[in-house]
């Protein structure tokens, strides 16, 4: 009935409410000079999806997002950043007193050892940039967590749900949602994606579109929650 | 009076009919693998916004472009590349038939000298990441060029008029319009550009819109054309 429908629909507005959900989303850039930099094909749809239907639940949501080109979801507080270690100092400052932290972010786990201020001139033959690690922010935040419950992503091209399960497990995260990022038209860029829900339940969702995904995260987020 | 006003529009709507006009705009990405890639901060606005004002001014105008989230303006042919290698291919079968070729592209003037079709796993330490020379596109256009208007971009950081007049004389452009990146608020992904024309007239032009720019520099181009 109507009735029914409209009051399923208020309890899912309310599902969230009262929780603080910080939200990273994007890609980072790593310099070398003012004009070159490394970086990887993240748009940040995925998150900001996250960001909204979080908003849409209740929760008090933190976006912390690179440099994409998206408009900030409604109700919801939004944090730029450009770098790797922007985006690790902006998220262990508002780590501590969150409820739920969903790791989309593809933070770049290299960066140039040396970036120069001025733009490089070219030269004859080859060039060799040293890269070094950056930290890896999720790992960190595994190891910091007391009551926060941790969601990690993870895009591979290769035997997904064996490293998806090994992150997990590694990085001390509650859940990690992973995507085949090989398969054309999902992940990266694209409005829809195909991912795995691997949390205490493992399960494989259809084709979706980010929206759609973002709720069947939120959705199981709460579920496992309640059943902590 | 207003039928100056008009007919001083139609003439500009006139002054490039007839003429095929290349441009090349936003940045290249040069893949390490499928997640991750060297490119720069080019949102191609600049070449976005000539090639509106050229297919206004009754150019036929082809736009040969990297990974920007810009939509394609009226009446202009676009063609879409990712690397640099691409882009050259794309320019090199389109370049022959033109009238005026103006290069505003980012294009990457390195790349990783290998290519992986898996996601690489992170190591312990550091990385070096080899990169080679791609062709310098511009600079072929000016060894190959007969009677095409050729026009480069240049981001500087210093010395902006030096090194502008430099690469112009050295790749046999007829012009160069040369920016100061380094400046807040113009250059890369900003909506204005204060930029020094440089062709057989040398020009500073004051801080504009980018569609101002364009209109300015395609003035100077129709001018410099008609002095021949």
Chains 1, 2 share one sequence.
Do not use: C
């Amino acid at each position: 009935t109507i009735v029914e429908v409209l009051r399923k629909e208020t309890d899912r507005r309310r599902q969230l409410s009262g929780r603080k959900l910080l939200i990273t989303a994007g890609p980072t850039r790593e310099k070398i000079d003012p004009v070159r930099y490394f970086t990887n094909p993240s748009t940040g749809k995925m998150g900001y999806a996250l960001a909204r239907e979080a908003a849409e639940m209740g929760a008090e949501v933190t976006l912390i997002s690179g440099p994409v080109t998206l408009d900030t979801p409604p109700n919801v507080k939004r944090i730029d950043v450009v770098s790797a270690r922007d985006m690790y100092e902006s998220v262990m400052e508002h780590f501590p007193d969150q409820d739920i932290v969903i790791k989309t972010a593809a933070v770049a786990d290299y960066r140039p050892a040396v970036t120069f201020d001025h733009k490089m001139k070219k030269k004859d033959g080859e060039w060799e940039v040293e890269m070094e690690r950056t930290t890896d922010i999720l790992q960190e935040l595994g190891k910091k967590k007391t009551t926060q419950f941790l969601v990690g992503f993870a895009a591979e091209t290769q035997n997904v749900e064996e490293y998806g399960r090994m992150k997990r497990d590694k990085k001390n995260l509650d859940a990690i949602v992973v995507n085949d990022v090989s398969e054309a038209g999902t992940g990266f860029g694209a409005d829809e994606n195909r991912v795995i829900w691997m949390g205490k339940e493992e399960e494989k969702l259809p084709l979706l579109s980010k929206q759609d995904v973002a709720r069947e995260i939120l959705d199981r987020i709460v579920r496992e929650i309640r059943d902590l």
